[in-house]
């Protein structure tokens, strides 16, 4: 044998990985807390923040309890937020969206007068969480989500949240034309410097069911939303939605879920220098959190190794209900660098 391996070398990999030092020395992908956004509740009419059944650890916040949130993220070094909408009257257009007095209005003018340009405020810009049908747009008389007249809601709450303090607007209603509505919104509304975030390929996906516990959401007739959301069969139709949303003026565009589209991760990356977004939503977190209670897996060592994946895949940025965690533990061990410990 010792023959053998003399007269034809093989590759030694395992040579690199016999150190933790090593290890983290070659180590292709670093994840820090830099990379994350923490995605925040708010909700209107409550006197103290809710826990959230199906996302342990996650609050529906009053706007003081949201205050206090960013405070100890900012603190611990998270960069972005991103803010959730839950009002207490719903109606046919989702008014509670683009109000000035709506509860993520109320919020972003609260959290951009303490924080000011510390933290990269974003505004998630839909109105599912504001109509009493649960649907992510105005419906036409046939009850299906009309694309047109949903592009005019969209563009009032995106200079809505603009006008409030929101450095970042992200549309995440899957409408055609959306970012170029959004864009000549803000921009004839004086705010050319706010930037969109597009939730460019978004699924159609069962992995929202605990973000819709979240906002208290549910579609009418128990609707779903494969007429606007992608079917997740297709990964070419991604990339026929991001060339959409970068030429209408999209500064980041984003890929939703994130674990099930490694795939759509790897292709959105190949075909844009633009900063590329991916949402670990609620059901991926949900499945993380349940198992781990079970004892079936570890928790810590599962949500290292998705969330690096995530960013191995190509993303730049993701959107993660574990950002909390993951920032308190850089902060409190030497494992900044997201390697399993
Ligand atoms: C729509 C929106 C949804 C999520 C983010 N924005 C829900 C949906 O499309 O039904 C899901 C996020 C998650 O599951 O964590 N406003």
Same mark, same amino acid.
């Given at each position: 044998?010792?023959?053998v391996?003399?007269?034809f ?15 983290e020395?070659?180590?292709e ?8 956004v923490a995605?925040l509740?708010?909700?209107e /009419?409550?006197?103290?923040?809710l826990p959230?059944?199906?996302?342990p650890?996650v609050m529906?916040h009053? #706007?003081e309890s949201l205050?206090?949130?960013v ?6 070094g998270?960069?972005a937020v991103i803010?959730?909408?839950v ?5 046919? #257009? ?7 007095? /709506? ?9 951009r007068?303490?924080?000011?340009d510390?933290v990269?405020l ?8 504001y ?6 747009? #105005? ?14 809601i969209?563009a009032k709450?995106a200079?809505?949240?603009a006008n409030a303090g ?6 995440s ?5 959306q ?25 159609a996906? /069962?992995?929202?069911g ?16 494969k ?13 026929? %939605?991001?060339?959409a949303?970068?030429?209408q ?5 984003m ?6 589209y490694l795939?759509?991760i ?13 949402y ?5 977190y ?9 004892g079936?897996i570890?928790h810590d060592?599962v949500?290292? %190794? ?7 895949a190509g993303?730049?940025?993701i959107?993660?209900y574990?950002?909390?965690w993951?920032?308190?533990?850089a ?11």
């Amino acid at each position: 044998m010792a023959d053998v391996v003399a007269h034809f070398p093989i590759a030694r990999p395992r040579r690199l990985r016999r150190t933790s030092a090593l290890r983290e020395l070659v180590a292709e992908t670093r994840l820090s807390v830099n990379d994350l956004v923490a995605p925040l509740f708010v909700r209107e /009419g409550i006197a103290a923040p809710l826990p959230i059944v199906s996302l342990p650890g996650v609050m529906q916040h009053t #706007v003081e309890s949201l205050c206090t949130e960013v405070r100890e993220l900012v603190a611990l070094g998270v960069k972005a937020v991103i803010l959730f909408g839950v009002p207490a009257q719903k109606d046919a #257009v989702g008014s509670g969206a683009f109000d000035p007095q /709506g509860i993520v209005q109320v919020a972003l003018r609260q959290l951009r007068s303490e924080f000011a340009d510390r933290v990269v405020l974003m505004a998630d810009l839909c109105v599912d969480e504001y109509t009493n049908h649960g649907h992510c747009g #105005v419906l036409d008389a046939r009850g299906d989500v009309d694309n047109d007249l949903t592009l005019e809601i969209y563009a009032k709450a995106a200079v809505a949240q603009a006008n409030a303090g929101a450095h970042v607007v992200a549309p995440s209603g899957m409408m055609d034309g959306q970012v170029a509505a959004i864009r000549g919104a803000l921009d004839a509304a004086g705010h050319t410097d706010v930037a969109i975030l597009a939730y460019s390929a978004k699924y159609a996906s /069962g992995l929202y069911g605990p973000f819709r516990d979240a906002v208290d959401v549910q579609i009418v007739g128990g609707g779903d939303r494969k007429g606007y959301q992608q079917d997740w069969r297709n990964a070419r139709e991604a990339l026929t %939605e991001v060339e959409a949303d970068i030429a209408q003026g999209a500064d980041m565009v984003m890929v939703k879920p994130a674990l099930s589209y490694l795939d759509v991760i790897v292709a959105v990356r190949a075909i844009t220098n633009l900063p590329v977004a991916a949402y670990h939503v609620s059901g991926e977190y949900a499945m993380i959190k349940a198992a781990a209670a079970n004892g079936w897996i570890d928790h810590d060592t599962v949500a290292l %190794e998705q969330l690096t994946a995530i960013k191995r895949a190509g993303a730049d940025v993701i959107l993660t209900y574990f950002t909390r965690w993951f920032a308190e533990r850089a902060n409190g061990s030497a494992t900044a660098t997201g390697s399993p410990s």
